[in-house]
């Protein structure tokens, strides 16, 4: 029986990524992937910049001389339009001995990203499951940004109707208000829906403080903190990948 590697990729700075998750993208029978050309050319790149790095990481360990000639492996285009359509396939690869890779285009998988189906599926059948820790949005973005990160909410990205947000963001407030627990929030959010988002969210919480963190790891990173209306008037036309944090408690 083969195993189901979950593995982070870098969500900006190439450098980021762990000696694990080379060795392991590179000796996998398949890698499942959102874009297998952009796959392939971070394969690619990893090749190229970090090869010798791992020749020379532990030569004892007698699989690292097989980076000597490291191959492209077999990319599989895996995403929410085909998970329900390919998961029974693979788990069958799997069950056959196939080690498969799971990533996402950048960070951890799963985290609002495709995998949770194939995991499940995995697990149901005692196929073994090994998380290869490292880059994640998500984790950057709150221990960079100020706010209490003891407890936090994650809300992954918020719902498309205007209505279906604005219900929960109100539940988050009264929920919070009944426990009188304020764990730090984090969402992230599309550009283009930015200032819609923020507007709804000065509609339930008021013109609270807030932590934008955009382009994480990226040459143009940038943290930003103030309240919702001066979040509105500097991102009105913005672009790159953003993250929302907030803390009610902070506001008190």
């Given at each position: 029986m083969g195993t189901l590697y979950v593995v982070s990729t870098p969500i900006g700075n190439l450098a980021d990524i762990t000696i694990r998750a080379v060795k392991t993208l590179f000796s996998v029978d398949i890698i499942l992937c959102e874009d297998t050309r952009r796959t392939g050319l971070l394969l690619q790149e990893l090749k190229k910049r970090y090869g010798y790095v791992l020749q020379q990481f532990n030569p004892a360990e007698r699989d690292f001389?097989?980076?000597?000639?490291?191959?492209?492996?077999?990319?599989?285009?895996?995403?929410?339009?085909?998970?329900?359509?390919?998961?029974?396939?693979?788990?069958?690869?799997?069950?056959?001995?196939?080690?498969?890779?799971?990533?996402?285009?950048?960070?951890?998988p799963l985290i609002s990203d495709p995998g949770y189906v194939l995991v499940r599926e995995a697990r149901k059948r005692g196929i073994t499951v090994t998380s290869v820790p490292g880059p994640s949005a998500l984790l950057a973005a709150l221990t960079s940004s100020g706010l209490p990160a003891d407890k936090f909410f994650f809300l992954g990205y918020p719902p498309e109707k205007q209505s279906n947000r604005r219900k929960l963001f109100f539940?988050?407030?009264?929920?919070?208000?009944?426990?009188?627990?304020?764990?730090?929030?984090?969402?992230?959010?599309?550009?283009?829906?930015?200032?819609?988002?923020?507007?709804?969210?000065?509609?339930?919480?008021g013109d609270t403080e807030i932590v934008i963190n955009r382009e994480l790891t990226k040459v143009h990173e940038e943290y930003w903190r103030g309240s919702i209306v001066q979040a509105i008037q500097h991102f009105a036309d913005t672009k790159g990948e953003i993250?929302?944090?907030?803390?009610?408690?902070?506001?008190t």
């Open positions: 001389a097989l980076l000597n000639n490291l191959t492209i492996r077999q990319l599989i285009r895996y995403d929410d339009h085909t998970e329900q359509k390919i998961t029974h396939v693979l788990v069958e690869a799997l069950m056959s001995g196939k080690s498969v890779a799971l990533i996402s285009d950048a960070g951890t539940c988050l407030f009264q929920c919070f208000k009944v426990l009188k627990q304020n764990p730090t929030v984090i969402m992230y959010c599309a550009p283009h829906k930015l200032v819609r988002t923020l507007e709804d969210m000065k509609t339930v919480f993250v929302i944090l907030w803390n009610q408690a902070s506001n």
